[in-house]
């Protein structure tokens, strides 16, 4: 999860920011901004790995903030001005964005940031695989034989756990970010902001719907590449 930082003057801009990030499913907003002395404070306190930043603002610019910080986060500029984009980049920043902001176009953006903190973050070593977990369902602690997963749906602050072994899946207070770091990614992959699949049942994927044995299962856009990485390429994607 990347932790975002939201700074602009205007306040319809942040309301268009915040409604960006919170599609985002890899973005996590900490805290919106109407100038940079309160993102200085926030900054000193809080661990930030992102920063949405609009340059022309009163008092200290976005230029100016960026200038001061001794260790900065990663930084996407968003202004109304192109002529500052030179100097922006000079800087190191990601990407440099104009108002207004298609979504399509800050998506792009986000992702250069999400591929960025992908890279630079250390491997894990490989823990020990387990063939089961437990999870809590009906006031019992319910075993789930991972490999009769074929897929998993988040509900708000539930899963549920759909079995080629049960017609009825296994419903469990978790969030569907806490079961897929319990499962293996080369197994288990997210395709949309609700639902985990499992790659060995899967049967075939056509007009963005993923067939399993029990279900068809929407892919979104922004998980499609991570599916054709683990199952070819675009070209067997139709």
């Known amino acids: 999860m990347i932790r975002c930082l939201a700074i602009d003057d205007e306040a319809l801009a942040l309301d268009l920011l915040e409604d960006n990030i919170r599609m985002v499913p890899a973005l996590e907003l900490v805290k919106r901004c109407k100038n940079a002395f309160e993102a200085l404070e926030i900054l000193q306190k809080e661990p930030i790995d992102l920063i949405?930043?609009?340059i022309?603002?009163?008092g200290l610019t976005?230029?100016?903030l960026l200038k001061g910080l001794t260790q900065r986060p990663m930084v996407i500029l968003i202004t109304a001005y192109e002529k500052f984009a030179l100097e922006g980049f000079e800087l190191d920043v990601i990407d440099y964005l104009l108002k207004p902001v298609a979504f399509e176009r800050f998506l792009k953006a986000a992702n250069k940031a999400i591929e960025l903190k992908r890279l630079k973050t250390p491997v894990a070593p490989a823990a020990p695989e387990n063939d089961y977990l437990f999870v809590n369902a009906?006031?019992?602690l319910i075993k789930i034989v991972i490999g009769d997963i074929t897929h998993i749906e988040g509900l708000k602050d539930y899963i549920k756990?759909?079995?080629s072994t049960s017609p009825k899946p296994v419903i469990t207070r978790m969030s569907l970010k806490g079961i897929e770091e319990k499962l293996n990614p080369r197994k288990f992959v997210r395709v949309?902001?609700?639902?985990i699949i499992s790659l060995d049942k899967m049967l075939s994927v056509r007009n963005n719907l993923i067939k399993l044995p029990n279900?068809?299962?929407?892919v979104s856009e922004f998980y499609r590449d991570d599916l054709f990485k683990l199952i070819g390429g675009k070209e067997n994607f139709h």
């Open 56 to 58: 022309q603002m009163p």
């Open 138 to 140: 009906d006031y019992n």
């Open 52 to 54: 949405f930043l609009d």
């Open 215 to 218: 279900a068809e299962v929407p």
């Open 192 to 195: 949309h902001k609700s639902f």
């Open 161 to 163: 756990i759909h079995l």
């Open 62 to 64: 976005g230029i100016q």
